[in-house]
Nanobody, 122 residues
Framework: QVQLVESGGGLVQAGGSLRLSCAASGSTFSSAAMGWFRQAPGKEREFVVH????????NYADSVKGRFTISRDNAKNTVYLQMNSLQPEDTAVYYCAAAPSIPAMRTPLASWGQGTQVTVSS
């Protein structure tokens, strides 16, 4: 299992930026893939981005492509989500996830953080 601690959420005006961090502790194998999901009020949790820690290979949801950037610092077991050009529709609770692989991120093998609120005002 992996323990995940997120930070960096907050309130920002439309067009602004925020950077989220997710620090992982525990099994390195179980955090080979990490990513971010988000859940807006009244909506289902949706995929935002994931990254393979060993290679840095990443994949983004179309809705954030070109605005959000995921990066990792393997020495710190931390992934970051730089969010630029934020819009009100980006308002959600953002959750960090870790799993042994990308497919496993959508299974009970995944570990989840507690979530951090991002609110974008218009």
């Amino acid at each position: 299992q992996v323990q995940l601690v997120e930070s960096g959420g907050g309130l920002v005006q439309a067009g602004g930026s925020l950077r989220l961090s997710c620090a992982a502790s525990g099994s390195t194998f179980s955090s080979a893939a990490m990513g971010w999901f988000r859940q807006a009020p009244g909506k289902e949790r949706e995929f935002v981005v994931h990254i393979i820690r060993s290679t840095g290979s990443s994949n983004y949801a179309d809705s954030v492509k070109g605005r959000f950037t995921i990066s990792r610092d393997n020495a710190k077991n931390t992934v970051y989500l730089q969010m630029n050009s934020l819009q009100p529709e980006d308002t959600a609770v953002y959750y960090c996830a870790a799993a042994p692989s990308i497919p496993a991120m959508r299974t009970p093998l995944a570990s989840w953080g507690q979530g951090t609120q991002v609110t974008v005002s218009s």
